[in-house]
């Protein structure tokens, strides 16, 4: 079987973790890895949730799926992937060394998702679930990369039903190389998805009390789509997404 990264995406509780241990096994006796993020979180950190504590435990989780995939084993990288910047952090690992790339989409209802996570031993909060469940990126578009192997609604199907057919569909995807960069347009376009992620994320740690304010993410979404459309830089986006959130302070206060 041909080495390969798998990224899993979707909100919180949807099943991502059963699905990744049924894809690991149904592997059989090859050297899979299944990282799950969840490896470093626990009730506590869900209860004072902020986001730069989801980024370094990202980057953990990513740090060690980069060291397995370059000592030649395979990676199941069991994490909610929800911004399409982070599918391609785990892209490019895949691209460096040459393996399969896929994304693995989960679609299983954010109704199902809560009911779900009240029967977990780590109950995350449910408006963070919520909060994931609408700033999700959805796979696919116009990105080849990003276009799911296979779409699974796991309060249709079982996660055991579901691993043989991402096997086998795996063994029809070809492995990256450098040859399948993307042109620069698209690495303008993850530069501004990231800048914005990042100053969303510094704004709420610096005004708490907008945390649940839905405007937050709406305002960056419409500056991201205005950089888009109209070529505006990164530091430009950056400027405008602080001078539109910076609203939201007095509105709060």
């Not at 049924?22 to 059989?28: R, T, V």
């Not at 986001?51 to 084993?73: F, M």
Request: charged share 30%; glycine share 4%.
């Amino acid at each position: 079987m041909k080495q390969f990264l798998i990224a899993i995406c979707g909100i919180p509780a949807s099943g991502k973790t059963r699905l990744s241990k049924a894809i690991a096994l149904e592997c059989g006796c090859h050297d899979v890895h299944v990282v799950s993020t969840d490896d470093w979180r626990d009730e506590e950190y869900h209860r004072e949730f902020m986001p730069e504590n989801e980024r370094r435990v990202r980057q953990l989780a990513l740090d060690l799926t980069s060291e397995l995939i370059l000592k030649g084993h395979s990676v199941i990288h069991d994490d909610t992937n929800y911004y399409k910047s982070m599918r391609h952090e785990l892209f490019e690992i895949a691209r460096e060394a040459g393996c399969v790339f896929s994304v693995v989409h989960i679609t299983t209802p954010l109704e199902t998702a809560l009911q779900w996570n009240r029967m977990r031993d780590v109950v995350v909060p449910d408006d963070v679930i919520t909060q994931i469940n609408e700033r999700l990126d959805v796979p696919g578009g116009r990105y080849a990369w990003d276009r799911p192997i296979i779409e699974a609604d796991l309060s249709m199907r079982t996660a055991e039903d579901i691993a043989p057919e991402i096997v086998a569909r795996l063994d029809a995807v070809e492995p990256l190389a450098d040859t399948h960069a993307e042109p620069d347009s698209d690495s303008a376009n993850r530069l501004l998805d990231t800048v914005t992620r990042q100053t969303v994320a510094r704004f709420l740690r610096d005004c708490p009390e907008c945390r649940r304010d839905p405007d937050v993410h709406r305002i960056r979404r419409e500056v991201l789509r205005q950089a888009r459309e109209t070529g505006m830089d990164a530091p430009s986006a950056e400027q405008e997404l602080w001078r539109r959130l910076g609203k939201l302070t007095f509105r709060a206060s």
